[in-house]
């Protein structure tokens, strides 16, 4: 399955998330803010805390906050760079962090941020309004350098420039509104470091050569090795969703990479871990040895588009017949799905959406299984069963082609329940550096990605032809009609400043992408942590990150 952090930008980040679609988990669901403490006790200062990430390889090396899209070094850079606002995970409102006040114009193009007083760099240098325009006069840059590929890229769209009104005081203008934009200033990817960085290379600055104004600061960082993180002294202007404001607990948190789902989690059992965050959900299994160990197992879904498929609906194609794509939705047995592949606790998915996301609304009575509604479907559009339990049309079997990258058991237990209708799913397992051309010259019949983002205009980098990475999978997922309606919905939320007209808008969307079969939910996205007894103050961000301000370790 998939999961890491979202499916992408425009060019490079996309293709790589859709790339590992099938070899990459899920992440998300219950919450658990803070484990341990009641047992506990009061919050100890110091002690080292270790944490066990899946392995960061080459295609992950970056800490960069604008460039990075990789769940696990966001949750570093969480704890690493403060940003503008903050979000709240349980409510999704806007909260204040850097900045304790802001307007946003009435046009919508022009968002003006008042500063908090006093918060410094860790170099020392003032986190004050010109500090803020170099950050903006740098992510531009980036999205120069990097031709789009830089994961920030998607939650600027629109920015022109910014403008130092006073010392405290800045204004960001849009060339088009972007109502997206205050939940995107809460965001890792637009944390904000020292300006100066930004003289640094793209590459240089993956590598952590920044400093930013966080809890902690970047002591050493040796992709797929170790990375090390510290407290900085005098810190006081935490966001005040966090329980602790001021200095962190903890001296130093070790974040190390480890490939084996199972050393993981003996690891953290055993004790020489002390949180094990893993990229696929904890098997049954292994939830059920760290909670024999006196650990307890947190999870939170992660926010933005759940883990779906999307169909090819050209002319020619099978999918491009509505009713097929509704039998398709029909036969799906999602929360047995669900049960099988990761446990009977396990949520069902509700949409296009996972449920964290703001202005998620649930259509899992549309998603519904349903085999005799979709044998019905099945019989009108001309499929009639045939040899072998399969349907056939014109002497041709119904065939679908899922382009995968390595088959998994969530695959075969789809292409089963298809089967069960008589729709014959083959399993085409394309090597990543062959699925842009397969995608580009439309030989398949689904696809499967993600985005994760706490805001549901995510779903655009993905449906949205002129901003999404794939042109052609966006093009191919939709009718010209249909993504005409995708296109103004987006538009008509994100041109308004009026909350009430944003929450219609992406209700509207997501009844229409079920309804047309534009995204096809499979399961939602859970981000796991196993947590040892030792570690109390565990809490989730509002985009399932892990936040260290009020974790601490019994000495």
Not at 198 to 218: D, I, K, M, W
Not at 270 to 285: C, H, L, M, Q
Not at 362 to 371: F, R
Not at 397 to 423: A, R, Y
């Given at each position: ?40 006790g ?8 270790k944490?066990a ?26 704890n ?34 008042h ?6 760099f860790s170099d020392g ?8 325009k ?32 006073d ?11 972007n ?14 470091v ?9 590459e ?8 930013a ?33 001021k ?7 070790e ?12 690891n ?73 592949i990761y446990g ?17 609304v649930?259509q ?46 969530g695959?075969e237990?789809i ?12 399993l ?8 842009p ?9 689904l ?6 983002r706490?805001?549901?205009?995510a779903?655009q ?7 999404a990475?794939?042109k ?24 308004t400043t ?20 534009v995204?096809?939910?499979v ?22 990150f892990l ?9």
């Amino acid at each position: 399955m998939f999961t890491t952090s979202s499916v992408p930008r425009r060019r490079g980040v996309a293709a790589l998330a859709i790339a590992l679609a099938t070899t990459l988990g899920l992440s998300a669901c219950s919450s658990g803010s803070s484990a341990g403490s009641d047992d506990l006790g009061k919050p100890q200062a110091g002690g080292t805390l270790k944490v066990a990430f899946w392995p960061d390889n080459a295609a992950f090396s970056c800490v960069d906050p604008f460039q990075t899209y990789w769940i696990e070094h966001r949750t570093v850079i969480r704890n690493l760079a403060d940003s503008l606002t903050d979000q709240d995970p349980e409510t999704g409102e806007i909260t204040p962090w850097l900045a304790k006040s802001w307007a946003i114009a009435p046009d919508g193009k022009a968002y003006t941020f008042h500063l908090r007083d006093g918060v410094t760099f860790s170099d020392g240098t003032p986190v004050d309004a010109a500090a803020i325009k170099g950050n903006v006069d740098g992510w531009l840059e980036t999205v120069k350098a990097t031709n789009g590929a830089a994961f920030g890229s998607s939650y600027i769209l629109g920015l022109k420039s910014a403008t130092v009104v006073d010392p405290l005081t800045v204004e960001l203008d849009f060339s088009t509104p972007n109502s997206s934009f205050l939940q995107a200033t809460s965001t890792t990817n637009l944390a904000i470091v020292a300006p100066d960085a930004f003289t640094r290379t793209p590459e240089q600055r993956c590598l952590g050569e920044y400093v930013a104004s966080g809890a902690f600061t970047l002591d050493s960082y040796k992709p797929n090795e170790l990375l090390t993180i510290s407290r900085r002294p005098g810190y006081t202007w935490g966001s005040a969703l966090s329980k602790n404001t001021k200095e962190a607990y903890l001296d130093k948190v070790e974040f190390s990479y480890v490939a084996e789902d199972s050393v993981r989690t003996g690891n953290l059992v055993s004790g020489a871990v002390d949180i094990a965050w893993p990229r696929n959900p904890f098997t049954v299994e292994d939830r059920a040895l760290i909670e024999a160990s006196d650990a307890t197992v947190e999870s939170r879904s992660l926010p933005g588009v759940s883990q779906s498929l999307f169909p090819n609906v050209t002319d020619g194609r099978p999918l491009s017949d509505l009713d097929v794509r509704q039998a398709f939705v029909k036969a799906l047995d999602l929360k047995s799905y669900a049960t099988t592949i990761y446990g009977d606790d396990y949520p069902v998915v509700g949409g296009a959406f996972d449920e964290t996301t703001t202005y998620y609304v649930s259509q899992a009575d549309k998603l519904a299984h349903d085999k005799a509604g979709a044998e019905k479907l099945l019989d009108a559009a001309g499929w009639t069963l045939g040899k072998g339990g399969y349907r056939y049309k014109d002497g041709e079997k119904l065939t679908l082609k899922n382009l995968i990258q390595v088959s998994t058991p969530g695959d075969e237990l789809i292409q089963d329940q298809l089967k069960q209708v008589g729709i014959d799913l083959v399993l085409d397992v394309v090597p990543a550096a062959e699925r842009p051309a397969a995608i580009t010259n439309g030989d398949y019949d689904l696809v499967g990605t993600y985005f994760t983002r706490a805001d549901p205009g995510a779903l655009q980098f993905i449906l949205d032809p002129d901003l999404a990475n794939s042109k052609a999978l966006a093009v191919n997922s939709s009718s010209p009609e249909t993504l005409a309606e995708i296109k103004d919905l987006f538009a008509t939320a994100a041109r308004t400043t009026d909350d009430a007209v944003s929450k219609t808008a992406y209700a509207d969307l997501q009844a229409l992408l079920v309804d047309q079969g534009v995204t096809i939910p499979v399961v939602e996205r859970l981000q796991y942590a196993g947590v040892s007894n030792k570690v109390g103050g565990f809490a989730f961000t509002s985009e399932s990150f892990l936040k260290l301000n009020d974790v601490w370790k019994k000495q």
